[in-house]
């Protein structure tokens, strides 16, 4: 088994998803954030070579976008899986602070604090809410700073030695983020049993003209292929132009699938294919 990189510290719910998909006798590294994950992901170095456990879109607050980005820097990246694991969100300060009003501030990673809002609003209308680069560092920072809290797991509650203030602070009861392993080397062996489904992302930069979108992807309405996943992320150096992220309900081993992909390649400024996954 290599070594598994996530998101860190130890605690976020990208350690979470790593734990569970992994188990806990598997060789886990925390990155010190998306970028940090990614470079050591594609180290060519690194021996052996990696998988890593990225966050790519939550059911609430949407895309993550610096998944994404990274996706787009690194060619060499492919995704191998695909899985979704539901997120709780916790109210957490240390012993001594005992009720809500006597939260200052409120720590916790920008997707966090998104998919909290409307509770926030509802329970801490005075807090000041400030992002962190993981829900464990906030936890971390709200362990330290008398007044402040985090909004983070319970297992980050155990790990920084935090009481519970509020449980459940998520906005949905049905809040879940969907995972993706990927790797910088030797694909590894899918998972046992059978998938729901396979998908694949592909990632297309497309003229900047009208309905030069719709165009490129006709083919693939013309192969009857469900496209699950469209986000436009800026171009580097290419001021209001984009390239764009799409996930189509294909492992590309029909006729049909492959003659479509080759359509859009044609149609479009450039184009590769990132991975073909297993959802589960």
Not at 19 to 45: I, M, N, T, W
Not at 237 to 259: L, M, N, Q
């Amino acid at each position: 088994m290599p070594p598994i990189l996530y998101l860190g510290p130890e605690g976020t719910h990208s350690h979470e998803a790593a734990l569970q998909r992994f188990g806990e006798g598997a060789k886990l590294l925390p990155g010190l954030s998306h970028y940090d994950v990614f470079e050591r992901l594609c180290d060519p170095r690194a021996r052996p070579r990696p998988l890593a456990i990225v966050p790519v879109e939550n059911s609430s607050e949407g895309p993550v976008t610096q998944t994404l980005d990274q996706l787009a820097t690194y060619p060499a990246v492919r995704i191998t899986e695909s899985f979704s694991i539901p997120i709780r969100h916790h109210l957490l300060a240390q012993a001594g602070l005992k009720t809500l009003a006597s939260v200052q501030r409120v720590y916790s990673h920008p997707q966090a604090l998104g998919q909290c809002r409307a509770s926030l609003r509802k329970w801490l209308p005075h807090a000041e809410l400030l992002p962190e680069s993981s829900t464990a560092a906030a936890a971390r920072r709200a362990a330290q700073e008398p007044g402040s809290a985090a909004l983070a797991s319970a297992a980050a509650a155990r790990i920084h030695g935090l009481a519970v203030l509020k449980k459940d602070l998520q906005d949905s009861d049905e809040n879940v983020t969907r995972f993706f392993v990927v790797t910088a080397g030797r694909l590894p062996p899918q998972l046992a049993g059978r998938p729901r489904e396979f998908r694949s992302l592909i990632h297309l930069v497309i003229g900047n003209r009208p309905g030069a979108l719709l165009h490129a992807l006709a083919p693939f309405d013309a192969a009857g292929l469900n496209l699950t996943f469209i986000q436009s992320r800026p171009l580097p150096g290419r001021p209001w132009e984009y390239g764009f992220f799409i996930e189509a309900v294909t492992d590309w081993h029909s006729p049909a699938a492959e003659a479509a992909w080759r359509l859009v390649l044609a149609l479009s400024e450039s184009g590769r294919k990132i991975g073909t996954y297993p959802v589960t």
